[in-house]
């Protein structure tokens, strides 16, 4: 099963190698994501409904089970999608939080409902939305790929590859 999204992945990458724009990128100071931009998704067009572009996640530092996940999320459709639901089987828990500003520092927590208008974005991104993995089973390395299920109000289901990148891109 890895093997089989590994070739996809490659795959992919290879096609949009041509659509790779590294001008919105910092690919200075880690060497381990030569990898990385082999595998990496800039665009995915899920389906119909919902383009997925720059998903990636956090790698995990040594003993913490604990990583974000971020992306850029656009709504093909007239109608307003609610994201209600994240799944992964790389953690015991995945959920959607949102970042604020408590007592002027920063805290999270967990949301309800994700909205991405009708033709239009939302973006996951540090200090703001993103998805949080808690209890994750094996440490997230650079340059594997992580398949998160979101799930919309209407049951509907979007698998999404995410990229783990180093910690120093943070
Ligand atoms: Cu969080």
Do not use: W
């Amino acid at each position: 099963m890895k093997k089989t999204v590994l070739s996809i992945a490659l795959a992919l990458a290879a096609f949009q190698a041509s659509a790779h724009d590294h001008s919105t990128h910092d690919h200075s100071g880690h060497d381990a994501t030569a990898a990385n931009t082999k595998t990496y998704h800039e665009v995915q067009s899920i389906n119909d409904v919902l383009t997925v572009e720059n998903a990636h996640a956090k790698a995990t530092i040594p003993g913490v089970k604990v990583s974000a996940g971020y992306m850029k999320l656009t709504n093909k459709t007239d109608e307003p999608i609610r994201l209600v639901e994240a799944k992964s089987s790389v953690a015991e828990h995945t959920e959607i939080h949102r970042m604020f500003m408590r007592d002027s520092q920063m805290a999270m927590r967990k949301v309800d409902s994700l909205e991405i208008p009708a033709n239009g974005t939302v973006e996951l991104k540090p200090k703001d939305y993103h998805l949080m993995f808690m209890g994750v089973k094996d440490a997230l390395e650079p340059g594997q790929e992580i398949k998160v299920t979101l799930v919309a109000d209407n049951g509907e289901k979007f698998d999404v590859q995410l990229t783990v990148m180093p910690m120093t891109k943070y």
